[in-house]
T-cell receptor, first 115, second 111 residues
C-alpha cells in the first residue's frame, strides 16, 4: 500500500472548518483513501473513504485531487469533541478481499479544537 | 448493536504470567483484527482472521503471542509468558465491508 504524509499537528477554532491534508503521491489506481480518527483512550473510528470522486457523509467531506496524489478531510464545523488524532490511510480494496484487507496506521495528525 | 466488546478493560499482571484478552466481534462481521498500540510504535496490526481462519499473523511479535477464533462470535489473544515490554493497549476490530469497527481496547500493564 502507498505511503501517506500528514502534518504532525493542527489547530482549529471551534465552529470553524477543519481542513486536514494528506499526501499520497505514490498512490496506485486501485487504492482507496481512508480516514479514521482516534479520540483519546478510545479505539479508532471510521470517518470516510473514497477512490476518485469527492465524498460526503454526516461526519465529514473528503476532497481528492484530480491526480489523486493528495486529499483533504474537511470537518465543516469543528467542535471540541473533534479533538483527536486523524489517520489518512491508502489501501487496496474497498471491501475486505483476500490478502488486501490490511489497514495500516501511520502517525496521523493530532487535531486540537479550541474554544 | 453493542459494537465490538473487549474484556477486560484493564489488566495488570506480573511478569511471567499468562494473559488472555477477549473479543466479541459484531454479529455478522466476517473479519476480525487484533492491534496493539504503544506510544513508541503507534498502532500495529498483529493478526487478522477471515471467517474464523487466521489469514495473516506476520505482525505477531513473538511465539509468546497466540490468537484463536474458535467461532464467529469470540476471539482470544494470549501472551505466555508476559513481559513488561508487552504493556500496551490492545484493540480488537471487526469488519464486514469497508469500515472497521474497533472495540474500546484492553490496557495491559505487565509489572
Amino acid at each position: 500500500d502507498a505511503k501517506t504524509t500528514q502534518p504532525t499537528s493542527m489547530d482549529c477554532a471551534e465552529g470553524r472548518a477543519a481542513n486536514l491534508p494528506c499526501n499520497h503521491s505514490t498512490i496506485s489506481g486501485n487504492e482507496y483513501v481512508y480516514w479514521y480518527r482516534q479520540i483519546h483512550s478510545q479505539g479508532p473510528q471510521y470517518i470516510i473513504h473514497g477512490l476518485k470522486n469527492n465524498e460526503t457523509n454526516e461526519m465529514a467531506s473528503l476532497i481528492i485531487t484530480e491526480d489523486r496524489k493528495s486529499s483533504t478531510l474537511i470537518l465543516p464545523h469543528a467542535t471540541l469533541r473533534d479533538t483527536a488524532v486523524y489517520y489518512c490511510i491508502v489501501r487496496v480494496a474497498e471491501a475486505p478481499s483476500g490478502g488486501y484487507n490490511k489497514l495500516i496506521f501511520g502517525a496521523g495528525t493530532r487535531l486540537a479544537v479550541h474554544p | 448493536d453493542a459494537g465490538v466488546i473487549q474484556s477486560p478493560r484493564h489488566e495488570v499482571t506480573e511478569m511471567g504470567q499468562e494473559v488472555t484478552l477477549r473479543c466479541k466481534p459484531i454479529s455478522g462481521h466476517d473479519y476480525l483484527f487484533w492491534y496493539r498500540q504503544t506510544m513508541m510504535r503507534g498502532l500495529e496490526l498483529l493478526i487478522y482472521f477471515n471467517n474464523n481462519v487466521p489469514i495473516d499473523d506476520s505482525g505477531m511479535p513473538e511465539d509468546r503471542f497466540s490468537a484463536k477464533m474458535p467461532n464467529a462470535s469470540f476471539s482470544t489473544l494470549k501472551i505466555q509468558p508476559s513481559e513488561p515490554r508487552d504493556s500496551a493497549v490492545y484493540f480488537c476490530a471487526s469488519s464486514l465491508n469497508y469500515g472497521y469497527t474497533f472495540g474500546s481496547g484492553t490496557r495491559l500493564t505487565v509489572v
